[in-house]
């Protein structure tokens, strides 16, 4: 694997986008050194890196037990804009199967309710499923487990060269890289399981409650055929009464006894069919006062229209005349003027003459009436008047029938007298039929009080023969899994105990060539043996001699501190970058040189070193100079409250 680029927007102290290429250029310019003071933005690089790769899992320095959402909202550059997002980024190359692929994840987020947004791209192309289960495909990249061995800090190395520490160190190492921790957490759960299963075969069902809820079911079950019984009778009868009862009315029916019972709303409702033919009878008096009567003499209404007719007609033809006679006189004079002869003159005006008496008509006039009060007459009073009355008619036949009606059922009424009798005889029914009908719905809730408690004791059975036939089972299961969980756990202790020994013997080696090689005295220690039981080590010179840990100098300590790391690292097996933070920090000069000249460009194919100035000064930087691919140099600008990555080292 190869960390080619990381991309920084608004985050921590890193204000705008920031981007550092750290490729290395060759198998031997392997290093990328980043340096600034304390305080400008180097372990917030390192923190970054962690966040990108394990999200909430990430373990970085400055978040303690703070939420994950709350760390990111704290990781947000305060001089940034409020709408400018906080993006961090990480590319990557790694080989699979033999080709190479091109791995860049991005997270970012932004605003006061925080939500993360990640994006994961193999070669430049979104990966929607590597982006959702982007947890599980990390580790194939970069073992969580793995990762203080390759990402850690040079001021802890003084902690971890405590021979306890140190021992600690060896065991979370070896447990960490052969996978160890789970097989002993595989074991701690076959004790659990085992506990469980063990209180499983203690805790067994007592037959005597099944026998006793089977007694409670046979008790419920002889009640509830009671009940029905109880309730057949009931119904039978109830039968007999209603018959009876239905026998009675019919009687009561055929004597009057229901008009009897109704006398008082027949009464009424006489009284109201009066009123009703009453107010009839007054519209149809207040119709006859008025237009009414001329109905009675239609056909002298009809002569004196037809009298009327022809008066106008004779009108009409005077007024004809009398037009006539001027015009003819006019016309009679205008001839004269032209000289018409007296002969032509008179027989003109004898046709005229002729002309105007034709005209006239004669006829005894003595209406002297309008032509229109016959047609009002006719047309709208008579009509609307002869409409009234018939509806009125009408009206006054359906009340007098209503009355009729009301006043045949009042005089077919029987007396008290004859119903007294059969009156009381339909009451003491009625007691008998609603008694038994109170009987049938007290008998119908019992039955259903029951046979809810028999369904609920049921139930309970039924669980009970569950619970003991699975008890039985789980009692056989429990003996057959109890037996095979101890025999796995002891093959488990077995197996961790080989596959240590078969790998501790390995790490030794691994950890004494790293020490060598760091420490440059071959003559201090020759042996290294790591004691199974606690996992403390012990140092053998060339005289087979037996060294303590305490005769180590400390900072030969330190030293063998990075040993364990680098050769932990190395006993992985896994082709992963080293990051180091402060790595001469707490160091003296003479071990500095050390890691220097025989540590840095071998510690991995690729090395970043976040360091300062007083660390890695400008000899030890002259000296790493032939292995850098990369120099950076991180410094804080109060103009730009931002800390900047300039190329180049301090120097």
């Known amino acids: 694997m190869i960390i080619e680029e990381i991309s ?9 986008r920031h981007i550092i290429n750290l490729k290395p250029l060759s198998a031997k310019k392997n290093i990328t050194l980043l340096g600034g003071l304390n305080g400008s933005g180097k372990t917030t690089l390192l923190n970054a890196l962690q966040l990108i790769l394990y999200g909430k899992f990430a373990k970085c320095s400055n978040r303690g037990q703070t939420n994950y959402l709350d760390y990111l909202r704290q990781m947000m550059n305060r001089y940034a804009k409020p709408n400018e997002a906080t993006i961090i980024e990480l590319q990557f190359q790694h080989f699979k199967f033999g080709h190479q692929e091109t791995i860049r994840i991005q997270r970012a987020w932004s605003g006061n309710n925080i939500k993360e947004v990640l994006e994961v791209r193999r070669d430049g192309v979104l990966d929607p499923v590597m982006t959702e289960q982007w947890y599980e495909y990390v580790e194939e990249f970069i073992p969580s487990r793995i990762i203080n061995l390759f990402f850690f800090d040079g001021e802890k190395i003084e902690a971890l060269a405590n021979p306890n520490q140190t021992a600690n160190l060896i065991k979370t190492g070896i447990y960490t890289l052969l996978g160890l921790d789970l097989v002993e957490r595989l074991a701690v ?8 299963r063990k209180q499983q075969l203690k805790s067994e069902q007592n037959i005597s409650q099944i026998n006793q809820l089977e007694q409670e079911i046979e008790q419920l079950t002889i009640q509830i055929k009671i009940i029905v019984e109880k309730q057949t009778a009931s119904q039978h009868k109830l039968t007999k009464l209603e018959a009876k009862q239905e026998q009675l009315l019919q009687n009561y029916r055929q004597i009057g006894g229901e008009l009897f019972a109704a006398r008082n709303e027949i009464e009424t409702q006489l009284i109201l069919a009066k009123q009703k033919l009453a107010e009839v009878e007054d519209k149809m008096r207040q119709v006859a006062a008025g237009h009414a ?66 005209q006239l008509i004669t006829t005894d006039c003595y209406l002297d009436a ?13 009509q609307q008047i002869q ?31 004859s119903l007294e009798g059969i009156t009381q005889e339909l009451k003491l029914f009625e007691t008998q039929i609603q008694k038994t009908n109170l009987s049938l719905d007290s008998l119908a809730l019992e039955k259903q009080k029951n046979h809810n408690i028999l369904e609920r004791k049921q139930k309970k059975l039924a669980q009970n023969y569950a619970i003991k036939v699975e008890e039985q089972f789980n009692q056989e299961l429990s003996y057959y899994f109890l037996e095979q969980s101890e025999r796995v756990r002891d093959t488990l202790v ?26 440059r005295k071959a003559e201090l220690i020759n042996e290294i043996k790591i004691d199974l039981n606690n996992y403390h080590l012990t140092f053998y ?28 690292s190395r006993a992985s097996s896994q082709p992963l970058p080293m990051i180091i933070d402060t790595p001469l920090s707490r ?8 890691l220097i000249k025989n540590y840095f460009h071998q510690a991995s194919h690729q090395i970043i070193l976040l360091s300062t100035d007083e660390e890695i000064n400008k000899k030890y930087y002259r000296e790493l100079k032939p292995f850098i691919a990369n120099s950076y140099h991180i410094l804080y600008e109060e103009d730009k409250q931002s800390s900047i990555i300039k190329d180049g080292y301090f120097f």
């Open 8 to 16: 920084l927007q608004n985050f921590g102290i890193y204000k705008g």
């Open 189 to 196: 759960d076959l004790l659990t399981v085992e506990r469980k």
């Open 293 to 358: 009567p001329l109905l009675m003499v239609q056909n002298l209404l009809d002569s004196a229209q037809k009298q009327s007719d022809k008066e106008t007609k004779v009108q009409n033809s005077h007024e004809i005349y009398r037009a006539l006679q001027q015009h003819d006189a006019k016309l009679i004079n205008l001839l004269a003027q032209q000289n018409v002869t007296a002969q032509v003159l008179s027989e003109i005006q004898q046709f005229v003459k002729l002309e105007q008496q034709q």
């Open 370 to 382: 309008r032509p229109k009060i016959f047609a009002h007459l006719s047309n709208t009073i008579l």
């Open 387 to 417: 409409t009234e009355i018939q509806q009125l008619q009408q009206q006054l036949t359906i009340a007098g029938n209503e009355v009729n009606q009301h006043e045949r059922k009042l005089t077919s009424i029987p007396d008290p007298e």
């Open 494 to 519: 077995k197996f961790k105990t080989t596959i240590i020994q078969k790998h501790i013997r390995r790490l030794e080696k691994l950890i004494l060539e790293s020490f060598q090689q760091l420490n």
């Open 541 to 568: 010179n060339n005289s087979q001699e037996k060294l303590l840990p305490q005769h180590l100098s400390a900072g030969e300590r330190q030293l063998l501190a990075v040993s364990i790391l680098w050769g932990l």
């Open 587 to 594: 160091l003296d000069g003479k071990h500095r040189d050390n």
